[in-house]
């Protein structure tokens, strides 16, 4: 008689990291360059107001480059602190940096023949006393930087990550158009022979090309007029954020190609869902099983590990939403009763009401947490740092997990302040950037984090940004501005 089937899903499973694998090697090797067409290079940055930016530099003069003592370009020191042309407060056209190039990042890039991309580190041209309290080239503000650090204190605890990118794809900007009225998964988003199929299907081309160090699950068409979403594989924090940003990259030059603009704007039709930046985090014990310093799960499908790693998160959510939901418009996208994770703090399993969403709960091979308090406005490298120091924090302090999960029908939202506080359910996420500014100024946990001086940085480019983005103008003029910066 045959075995009865394991009916148990447990999901694609990803070995976690091993130990000291904080590289995955570069996608690309530089002595292939000249043999695969390349003939140029960008060396790419995301400044603090998540703009990406590049220099092309020929292929003979990058090869110069990198026999220098210190391979890597200047750039001047407001390189980070500008919003626009505008040179924020705090920031100056005094001094440059040194913008080192980072060769494991060295990626193909399909979207545009014969170029090829790289990420890098900002530092300083001679050595200071930085945020660590030694001598050193690195910049505190220097967005992998921060991200690296995060991740090199882990010690014996190791992540994956892999991001979920929704965008839009308009006709125009003047007025609004998409280009098509459908919805979810719904076939007629994407019929054979539009415009629309051949872009997706071409950035999905673009994404499997070897080379670039990213590995495409899927695409579909998401609720919204003209929305999409496109799924990538999990990696290592600063990998997975490098294959973010070379993802957004493919996505945004594929429907320039065609004449189309995409947006990762959080919210562009008032009337119908908002786009989103989910990232799938997992977590990992390096030796196998949890610290003992670590209490007692008190969650049956999660380790002491996770258990600790989701009380950090929660405890510190509501101070670092302006780093995940840095503008206005983040704001309307993130409501209750919309599957945008909701305004309270909370988790719960298969639930797109909670701002932590537990995934494949039964499986340790495929868990992980899918945090939806994120947007397309955000610099990822400082929300993913943000996120993953406070979940850190709950495993070095060996928080429990005081939260109970959110089940039911009824969302936090739903259940009425008696029955949030029998889950434990007590804060309330920022329910505007206004608020997010005052949780995130007070923190103490940011100064721990990231720094006094990034904090007061930061918060002055936070402001400049909403400024110019909506001072003096209609509110179509503002739409316009948001959907062609973001």
């Not at 060396?43 to 703009?51: A, K």
């Not at 006393?129 to 014996?156: F, M, N, Q, W, Y």
């Not at 998160?313 to 919309?338: C, E, F, N, Q, W």
Request: net charge negative; with cysteine; charged share 20%.
């Amino acid at each position: 008689m045959a075995s009865s089937p394991n009916l148990s899903f447990q999901g694609v499973q990803y070995d976690a990291p091993s130990e000291g694998s904080d590289s995955q090697g570069p996608a690309v090797a530089v002595d292939e360059l000249a043999r695969l067409g390349i003939k140029y290079i960008r060396i790419q940055w995301v400044d603090l107001t998540n703009n990406i930016r590049f220099r092309v530099l020929p292929r003979a003069y990058f090869h110069k480059i990198l026999k220098t003592s210190r391979p890597g370009t200047c750039l001047t020191k407001a390189s980070l602190g500008l919003v626009f042309i505008t040179v924020v407060e705090g920031f100056s056209a005094t001094g440059e940096y040194v913008y080192a190039v980072d060769l494991s990042t060295l990626k193909l890039c399909p979207y545009a023949p014969g170029h090829a991309s790289v990420m890098g580190w900002f530092e300083e041209k001679e050595p200071i006393v930085g945020i660590e309290g030694h001598r050193s080239v690195e910049v505190d503000l220097c967005p992998r930087t921060i991200l690296r650090r995060v991740v090199d204190k882990a010690k014996e605890t190791q992540f994956l990550i892999g991001f979920e990118t929704e965008f839009i794809l308009l006709k125009k900007t003047s007025p609004i158009e998409a280009v098509n009225p459908h919805g979810w998964c719904n076939a007629p988003a994407l019929p054979s022979g539009t415009l629309e199929a051949q872009v997706l299907e071409e950035i999905a081309d673009a994404l499997q090309v070897p080379g670039c160090g990213v590995e495409l699950q899927m695409y579909h068409a998401e609720a919204a007029p003209g929305q999409y979403e496109v799924v990538t594989g999990p990696l290592p924090p600063l990998q997975a954020v490098d294959a973010l940003i070379h993802t957004r990259e493919t996505i945004f030059n594929v429907a320039s190609k065609y004449g189309l603009r995409a947006t990762l704007a959080p919210r562009v039709f008032l009337d119908n869902c908002g786009s989103a930046a989910h990232a799938h985090i997992s977590v990992h014990s390096t030796h196998g099983t949890s610290a003992p310093h670590l209490p007692a799960s008190t969650h049956p499908s999660l380790t002491p590990l996770e258990s600790s790693f989701l009380s950090g998160i929660l405890a510190h959510l509501s101070s670092l939403t302006l780093l995940a939901l840095p503008t206005p418009p983040s704001y309307k996208r993130m409501l209750d009763g919309v599957w945008s994770g909701g305004t309270y703090v909370c988790w719960g399993t298969d639930n797109r009401e909670a701002p932590l969403r537990l995934c494949n709960a039964s499986s340790p091979s495929s868990r992980n947490f899918e945090l939806k308090t994120l947007d397309g406005t955000a610099n990822p490298y400082l929300a993913i740092a943000a996120v993953l120091g406070a979940g850190l924090d709950g495993i070095e302090h060996g928080r429990e997990l005081t939260i109970k999960e959110c089940i039911g029908d009824k969302s936090a939202a739903l259940l009425g302040a008696e029955g949030r506080a029998a889950l434990g359910i007590t804060e309330r996420l920022p329910l505007s950037w206004k608020d997010a500014r005052v949780n995130f100024e007070k923190s103490e946990f940011v100064d721990t984090l990231f720094g006094a001086d990034f904090k007061k940085k930061y918060l002055a480019l936070n402001k400049k940004l909403q400024e110019e983005m909506s001072i003096g103008r209609m509110d179509d003029e503002e739409l316009k501005l948001l959907v062609e910066t973001y």
